[in-house]
């Protein structure tokens, strides 16, 4: 059975940091494209990231670019969304998804499987 297993979202102070992961099963995210999005109530879905097959350069959004990093671990099939620096505005359900390519911008990046979606709320 695929699935995308999402963790590691939570509460977070300003100026704090999490990591999500998105961990595949029943197949492989070697030869993949990730993408991460974001939805915060009431606003409409923003790419936030993509990392392309190997090879390829990872695409960030510039509301995350040199605070969020997007990394895969093959031995593990999960990619991973370091988040530092985190702003209120920040908060939002962050769903990654898997395809076959970020294309050239994240909102155009190829999606055909999603994962349920983490929390991450960023307040004090």
């Known amino acids: 059975q695929l699935q995308l297993v999402q963790s590691g979202g939570g509460l977070v102070q300003p100026g704090g940091s999490l990591k999500l992961s998105c961990a595949a099963s029943?197949?492989?995210?070697?030869?993949?494209?990730v993408a991460w999005f974001r939805q915060a109530p009431g606003k409409e879905r923003e790419g936030v990231s993509c990392?392309?097959?190997?090879?390829?350069?990872?695409l960030y959004a510039d509301s995350v670019k040199g605070r969020f990093t997007t990394s895969r671990d093959n031995a593990e099939n999960t990619v991973y969304l370091q988040m530092s620096s985190l702003k209120p505005e920040d908060s939002a359900v962050y769903y990654c998804?898997?395809?076959w390519g970020c294309g050239y911008s994240i909102d155009s990046a190829d999606v055909n499987y999603w994962g349920k979606g983490t929390l991450v709320t960023v307040t004090s």
């Open positions: 998804g898997v395809g």
């Open positions: 029943g197949f492989t995210l070697d030869y993949h494209s």
């Open positions: 990392i392309p097959p190997p090879g390829g350069t990872t």
